[in-house]
């Protein structure tokens, strides 16, 4: 195996927005599959939330399958442009078209064939969007093997995630859902018609940002890693590689923390518009200009990331950012059950909830970085004790957990609103306030839970800048050996 002979070189401005670029289609489909598809299957087709919630999680679990099959794969992949690229182009154009699909529904379809209708194409998306991002992703640690550096170049990918979900949400709640506002139906979030312009803009969005990045990637693959010598392949080797790669007491905490917080972000993510409609009542206005502040969110983090990776490192970071984001993200729905703050409608009450969000998710986006980083920097130690670049193999898994047990955090979602007594398709006025409350009370403790249990996980990671040095070291002496 070949040495990355850009590995210690610093990573050129032009280079991460190219790999960053890249996250702007798994940000999309991230988006709508956690912001706007159970409200739109349930509250505006009108199909069960619980058959909406299975049909999301069965998605995610057959995705999630497909994460170690597609890291591993890429990994050992031998071809003219490379382990990563190939699978990047070949995804563009079906995650588009079945993306499109997803959101303009035929209207004559039974409640049963609705059903099978979402979970298909959910599963095909799913997929291949797992066919470019896993790949993707994992360019991470070949562009840069500088512990500082590799902050900054995820902080571009994070980034670029970021604002593309965020401008994704923002238009539909400041243009599309006022413009499809009717006599009929006077509220926009209530028409078909919004989700299929949504359908169409996404579709756009997928094409050109898989494209974009990888051709902006593509002068690097020669001077990224070459698979290891060819072998013979059977299911007990693969299963056997990737354990022995994966054997990691660093790499488990990230493995479980990662496992509960998927869990807790399915959750929250699929309740967020829900708390902002029937909790809040904020209007499409209002929920437009909280997604809007989100881009200051969306700066915060990735600006911050490097930042904190320099001045207390990555561990410590993400530890410091993430009790703080995860213990404040539920304290506006907590004060307002106490009682504390005023009635809604109030722009006290607004402001109050916009600042925290904004605050709260650019100090998760930064957590996320960090924790990135800390998997890109187990790859050199996983190969002194292999011999194997694995990159495919950690960053899938950890998607992998993340994919298979967030649907579990929707179908909670889906059990908050049943045991709230939420009735699909209830305008704002229908919801009792005993309905609303109840939607806080049972939300609030279970996601503190799962975040604080995430957390506790991961300070048992135990790699640090010392430790990553004397890796590239080691390795380098091995390769000068041979």
């Given amino acids: 195996m070949s040495e ?6 610093k990573v050129t401005v032009r280079l991460k927005s190219a ?3 890249g996250s702007v289609a798994f940000g999309v489909v991230d988006n709508g599959f956690s912001y706007f598809l159970l409200l739109f299957y349930s509250q505006v087709i009108g199909l069960d939330a619980r058959l909406v919630g299975i049909a999301i999680t069965t998605a995610l679990v057959f995705d999630a399958l497909s994460d170690p099959v597609v890291g591993y794969w890429s990994d050992n992949l ?22 499109f699909l997803l959101w303009t529904p035929p209207s004559d379809l039974s409640d049963t064939s609705m059903f099978w209708y979402l979970l298909v194409l959910a599963v095909f998306i799913r997929t291949f969007i797992t066919l470019y991002e896993t790949p993707s992703t994992a360019l991470a640690p070949e562009l840069t093997a500088d512990y500082h550096d590799r902050s900054s170049l995820l902080s571009f990918r994070y980034f670029f995630g970021w604002t593309s979900g965020i401008a994704m949400s923002a238009m539909m709640f400041m243009v599309i859902f006022p413009s499809q506002a009717t006599e009929a139906n006077p509220d926009g979030r209530f028409n078909p018609g919004s989700y299929e312009i949504f359908g169409i803009v996404a579709s756009v969005l997928l094409f050109v940002s898989i494209l974009v990045s ?4 593509h002068s690097r693959i020669p001077h990224l890693n070459i698979p290891s010598a060819s072998r013979r392949m059977t299911i007990a080797t693969v299963f056997k590689e990737i354990f022995e790669t994966l054997a990691n007491r660093s790499f488990l905490a990230l493995f479980v923390g990662a496992l509960l917080g998927a869990v807790a972000a399915g959750l929250g993510t699929a309740l967020t518009f829900y708390f902002y409609t029937y909790f809040w009542e904020f209007s499409s206005t209002e929920t437009g200009i909280i997604m809007v502040g989100l881009f200051l969110s969306a700066l915060i983090g990735p600006a911050l990331a490097p930042v904190v990776t320099r001045a207390i490192g990555k561990k410590r970071g993400a530890m410091v950012t993430g009790l703080v984001a995860f213990v404040g993200a539920p304290l506006p729905i907590l004060l307002r059950l106490m009682g504390v703050l005023p009635e809604n409608g109030t722009p006290f009450v607004f402001w109050f909830v916009f600042t925290a969000q904004v605050i709260d998710v650019g100090l998760i986006i930064c957590f996320q970085i960090l924790f990135s980083s800390m998997i ?3 790859v050199e130690q996983a190969e002194l004790k292999t011999g194997r670049r694995s990159e495919g193999v950690f960053f899938s898994t950890v998607t992998f957990v993340r994919k298979s047990v967030q649907g579990l955090g929707l179908m909670m979602a889906s059990l908050v609103l049943y045991l709230a007594d939420f009735q699909a398709g209830a305008a704002v006025e229908e919801v009792s306030e005993q309905t609303i409350w109840r939607l806080g009370a049972y939300y609030v403790p279970l996601i503190l839970a799962l975040y604080l249990g995430m957390m506790g996980v991961i300070s048992m990671y135990r790699l640090g800048e010392d430790d990553h040095e004397n890796n590239l070291r080691e390795l380098a002496a091995r390769r000068a050996e041979a």
Avoid: K
């Fill in 4 to 9: 990355n002979s850009s590995a210690r070189e």
């Fill in 19 to 21: 790999y960053g670029f």
């Fill in 78 to 99: 031998r071809s003219r442009w490379g382990r990563r690229h190939p699978f990047m182009y070949v995804s563009a154009v079906p995650v588009a078209l079945s993306y």
């Fill in 214 to 217: 990888s051709l902006g990637t």
């Fill in 376 to 378: 890109a920097d187990l």
